[in-house]
């Protein structure tokens, strides 16, 4: 009793995460914002992809002037010309001539990084929108493993055994030593002092739809996705904007970005939760220097085989015993990943708008977070939450 009446003092546990409930707790949001297919054997072709072939409909440019309708799947083979996908859509009646749609590719300088795959298309669209969906990587029509954003690597693991056939040991089992996976030598160090665990695999299992040869090993399996988290990694310029503007390793702001993907609904909420934690974590001005989050130690608990927990349900030692890295009060930056963040985390987590607060809470049904300086503004806004039918009081 006496350790949690000091829980509840501000100057030794400020503690937002008792008041914050999640129901979400379970895992990730079961919405994919980001698909992407990695086994497609690179883009098309180069500048010089546009050539003229002996095509039906290149007597005439006409072109449907509405959006389209139905469904029709039509696929991008590797080394076509915009000759050779135009002939495709026109036999598909996806374009109204063929000629429309290589014209429609010259007039789009984008239209050369059309890639590889089946794609959804609507018949009788007009010809530049055409263009823009095979571009556009969500209407890839694939079978493959999906994984959403704020899974576990539990979950993904789960998720590549149920499609391959390989059971779950093979992958925990591959994932021993994520150097050997590709993860580089720039995401295995930290500058808290704290050491990375190279058989962690969490983090670096990036959101997204995957399809997998059908001859594969879990080691294949895995390598697949880090070099897509490689690839996703580069294009948000993450590891050296980290270093950069937030003055921490990749990796650190990783662990940000996992976390954030929990506790953060909107979009527009995953900056400023990533600056929370490392207002916490590093300011120097938050009592315990630490974290103090539910989420941490929910994914301790499944860690373990065992069920995440709501706040008011978590006891006194699963949220303090020693023997729990990822406990409440554990100093700084939490010590791993807790889920895999897809985009917009990531990008919340690197480009976090500088502000002076030090909590956050769900204030309303919609997912909205407001935020406070002191523990008082945080009750406050607690109190908002509750009349909103935020069961968290």
């Known amino acids: 009793m006496i350790g949690e009446i000091e829980d509840l003092r501000y100057e030794n546990n400020p503690d937002p995460g008792r008041w914050r409930h999640r129901k979400r707790e379970k895992g ?3 919405v994919v914002t980001f698909v992407l297919v990695l086994v497609l054997f690179g883009v098309l072709g180069g500048g010089a992809w546009y050539g003229y072939g002996k095509v039906s409909g290149f007597l005439s440019a006409a072109d449907y002037d509405g959006p ?16 050779d996908i135009a002939e ?6 996806v374009v109204k001539s063929a000629a429309a749609f290589v014209e429609a590719a010259k007039d789009n300088p984008d239209s050369t990084g059309i890639q590889v795959g089946s794609y959804k298309l609507r018949k009788q669209m007009k010809a530049s929108d055409a263009v823009l969906w095979l571009l556009d990587r969500k209407n890839l029509a694939v079978n493959g493993v999906t994984i959403p954003e704020g899974w576990t690597k539990m979950q993904v693991f789960a998720a590549f055994s149920e499609y391959t056939g390989i059971p779950v040991a093979e992958f925990e089992k591959a994932a021993k030593d994520i150097s050997k996976l590709g993860v580089t030598s720039a995401w295995l160090k930290r500058t808290d002092g704290k050491k990375v665990d190279k058989s962690n695999i969490e983090g670096f299992l990036y959101p997204a739809t995957y399809e997998i040869p059908k001859k594969t090993t879990a080691t294949d399996v895995l390598k697949l996705v880090i070099k897509n988290f490689n690839a996703e990694m580069e294009k948000l310029d993450f590891a050296a904007t980290a270093q950069s503007k937030l003055k921490i390793s990749p990796y650190e702001a990783l662990v940000a970005a996992s976390i954030t993907q929990v506790e953060a609904l909107l979009p527009a909420d995953m900056g400023p939760v990533s600056r ?3 207002n916490r974590a590093y300011s120097g001005d938050f009592p315990c220097g630490c974290l103090q989050l539910d989420s941490t130690v929910n994914y301790w608990l499944r860690l373990n085989g065992k069920q995440g927990k709501a706040s008011e349900k978590l006891t006194i030692d699963e949220m303090h015993g020693e023997n729990n890295p990822y406990r409440y009060n554990a100093p700084g930056m939490s010590i791993g990943p807790i889920s895999n963040p897809g985009e917009i985390a ?3 987590a690197i480009d976090a708008p500088k502000s002076q607060y030090f909590f956050f809470v769900t204030i309303d049904k919609k997912g909205t977070m407001a935020y406070g300086k002191t523990f008082d ?4 806004n607690i109190k908002v939450a509750c009349k909103n039918g935020i069961p968290i009081c």
């Open 88 to 93: 495709t859509l026109f036999k598909a009646e």
């Open 377 to 380: 503004e945080h009750n406050a």
């Open 68 to 83: 389209g309708s139905g469904e029709v799947i039509v696929e991008v083979k590797k080394d076509e010309y915009a000759s």
């Open 346 to 348: 990531l990008k919340g």
């Open 276 to 278: 929370v934690l490392y």
């Open 28 to 30: 990730g949001r079961s």
